[in-house]
């Protein structure tokens, strides 16, 4: 079965740090590009990052360029965020899925919570 | 940036037909593809290259596109299907690689 599970979200301070991890397993890792995306409280999905395989090629969405570094340790099936200068507005949910090119972005981890207040 | 424009809100009766409408000017040169999310759960992949439905995902589900709208089409609306949902595709001229609608709540009456 393939499964995505995302750990490393909690309660950070506005200006603080934090780096969120997804373990994935049930296929090759190391084929697939990956994603964040992620969903603020009652509002909607907004992509963050993209990842192709061979972390040769990363992409960023302007809310986070600058902020966020997005990683993959093929070794180990992980995917990572790091994200720095965190805001009040990056308080969500961050969700890692899996980028199947042509057939969509599937499937997606259960989620984990980032809150930054202070 | 590149937008993707979705209804708000779509309420159907048991049994009718629900159609959610996404627009975007680069919809006639990119894939669409729709996300189902239930309260509290990851989003499903209900529909990919505007049209197809993955493994699993039931045949009252269908996909269509005309110009620069895509539909998303649920024959035989159930209540198990109230949710919300998001048509998603790329922006042709360059980033951001991936864009969401901003979603439509899908109530049955």
């Known amino acids: 079965e393939v499964q995505l599970v995302e750990s490393g979200g909690g309660l950070v301070q506005p200006g603080g740090s934090l780096r969120l991890s997804c373990a994935a397993s049930?296929?090759?890792?190391?084929?697939?590009?990956m994603n964040w995306v992620r969903q603020a409280p009652g509002k909607g999905l907004e992509w963050v990052s993209y990842i192709s395989s061979s972390s040769s090629t990363i992409y960023y969405a302007d809310s986070v360029k600058g902020r966020f570094t997005i990683s993959r340790d093929n070794a180990k099936n992980s995917l990572y965020l790091q994200m720095n200068s965190l805001r009040a507005e990056d308080t969500a949910v961050y969700y890692c899925?899996?980028?199947?090119?042509?057939?969509?972005?599937?499937?997606w981890g259960q989620g984990t919570l980032v809150t930054v207040s202070s | 940036s590149y937008e993707l424009t979705q209804p708000p809100s779509v309420s159907v009766s048991p049994g009718q037909t629900a159609r959610i409408t996404c627009s975007g000017d680069?919809?006639?040169?990119?894939?669409a593809y729709w996300y189902q999310q239930k309260p509290g759960q990851a989003p499903v992949l209900v529909i990919y290259k505007d049209s197809e439905r993955p493994s699993g995902i039931p045949e009252r589900f269908s996909g269509s596109s005309s110009g620069t709208t895509v539909t998303l089409t649920i024959s035989g609306v159930q209540a198990e299907d109230e949710a919300d949902y998001y048509c998603q595709s790329a922006d042709s001229s360059g980033t951001p690689y991936v864009v969401f609608g901003g979603g439509t709540k899908l109530t049955v009456l």
């Open positions: 899925a899996r980028e199947t090119g042509t057939i969509g972005i599937d499937p």
């Open positions: 049930g296929f090759t890792f190391s084929s697939y590009s």
């Open positions: 680069a919809l006639p040169k990119q894939y």
